[in-house]
């Protein structure tokens, strides 16, 4: 079974309004963090936001929230006031067993955004 | 901030022989690397997690002996593709891991074409 499932390839907004990627997990442990990553045509992983899985508020960044529902093990980001720049490939990725930072990131196989005027 | 470099972006080679690939931690020391492939338009892949001083880790289905991973030190890991094959070429990107930060900070990727 797939551990993160985007089920959007590819979403289309205009610029200035908001836009919901989603994403859902899978997993047995109790302590997990859950990523979102953006991949412009450049290639580089642009770190966006994070959420740790005993975070009671939703976390922000800007123009970018996680909407996090534990029960339902949906994180689904939304980017506020969508610009041009912000078409791009989007990852979710969660790792699993707290936050240690040397376990892996696993990485669902992305949502291509668009943008247009 | 925490950046990691790779050398080269990209590069071209030849069916047959080999390519080295070096991600460099440039501020910090990471204690795990990790090596990521990743085909157009797909996800990225975990090859294998390495860290500093032991054996890398391979994921299933991933030929140690094809692509060599050494961690010589908490800033460096390199990712050698040897007897490279057409069917090698991707996206290969490395990530580091830093002591008491959730995040894992990724490399720009280097591009890897085999002729």
């Known amino acids: ?42 290639g580089e992983m642009i770190f966006l936001i994070y959420q740790g899985s005993y975070d009671e508020q939703n976390a ?17 980001l939304v ?13 979710c ?8 930072a040397g376990t892996a990131l696993i ?5 291509t955004l668009s943008v247009s005027s | 901030g925490a950046v990691v ?14 390519v ?15 090596w990521y492939r990743q085909f157009p338009k797909q996800s990225l892949m975990l090859m294998a997690t390495s860290n500093e001083g032991s054996k890398a880790t391979y994921e299933q289905g991933v030929e140690k002996d094809k692509f060599l991973i050494n961690h010589a030190s908490l800033t460096l890991s390199t990712l050698t593709v040897t007897s490279a094959h057409p069917e090698d070429s991707s996206f290969y990107i490395c990530s580091a891991a830093k ?3 959730y995040e894992q900070y990724f490399g720009p990727g280097t591009r890897l074409t085999v002729t």
Not at chain 1, 3 to 28: R, W
Not at chain 1, 60 to 76: D, H
Not at chain 1, 79 to 91: H, N, T, W
């Open chain 1, 1 to 42: 079974a797939q551990k993160i499932t985007q089920t959007q390839p590819g979403m289309f907004v205009q610029e200035k309004e908001a836009v919901t990627l989603d994403c859902t997990y899978d997993t047995s442990d109790q302590s997990y963090g859950l990523f979102w990553y953006k991949q412009p045509s450049s």
């Open chain 1, 60 to 76: 922000t960044e800007g123009r970018y929230s996680l909407n996090f529902q534990k029960a339902r093990k949906s994180a689904n």
């Open chain 1, 79 to 91: 980017i506020s006031a969508s610009q041009l720049g912000d078409s791009a490939m989007y990852f």
């Open chain 1, 93 to 100: 990725a969660m790792r699993e067993g707290g936050d240690q």
């Open chain 1, 107 to 111: 990485f669902g196989k992305g949502t």
């Open chain 2, 5 to 18: 470099s790779q050398h080269p972006s990209w590069v071209i080679c030849k069916s047959g022989t080999s």
């Open chain 2, 20 to 34: 080295k690939i070096e991600c460099r931690s440039l501020d910090f020391q990471a204690t795990t690397m990790f």
């Open chain 2, 99 to 101: 002591l008491a930060s």
